[in-house]
């Protein structure tokens, strides 16, 4: 899956678009490293999104095309 669809499925940002500005401006980062939108991401991936006001670690537990609400928290577990 996308790293772009994944943000928007998980709920950690609104929407898709929103999830590709982030990655286009440098602030989505996956093992490390700056990410396109299309970087494809797996079970066990370390992502960090920054925010204005800090950063966000959260490891990928699952992936999944679609969730529920209140199952999105399932998919990832935040570090730090």
Same mark, same amino acid.
């Given at each position: 899956?996308?790293? &772009?669809?994944?943000?928007?499925?998980?709920?950690?940002?609104?929407?898709?678009? *929103?999830?590709? %500005?982030?990655? &286009?401006?440098?602030?989505?980062?996956?093992?490390?490293? #700056?990410?396109?939108?299309?970087?494809?991401?797996?079970?066990? &991936? #370390?992502?960090? *999104? %920054?925010?204005?006001?800090?950063?966000?670690?959260?490891?990928?537990?699952?992936?999944?095309?679609?969730?529920?609400? &209140?199952?999105?928290?399932? *998919?990832? #577990?935040?570090?730090?």
């Amino acid at each position: 899956m996308r790293i &772009d669809k994944f943000l928007k499925v998980s709920r950690i940002l609104k929407r898709r678009t *929103l999830a590709q %500005q982030a990655c &286009d401006k440098g602030k989505v980062i996956v093992n490390g490293k #700056e990410v396109k939108p299309a970087k494809q991401i797996k079970v066990g &991936d #370390e992502v960090e *999104l %920054q925010f204005t006001g800090g950063a966000v670690k959260f490891r990928i537990l699952n992936v999944k095309e679609t969730v529920k609400k &209140d199952e999105a928290a399932t *998919l990832y #577990e935040i570090i730090e």
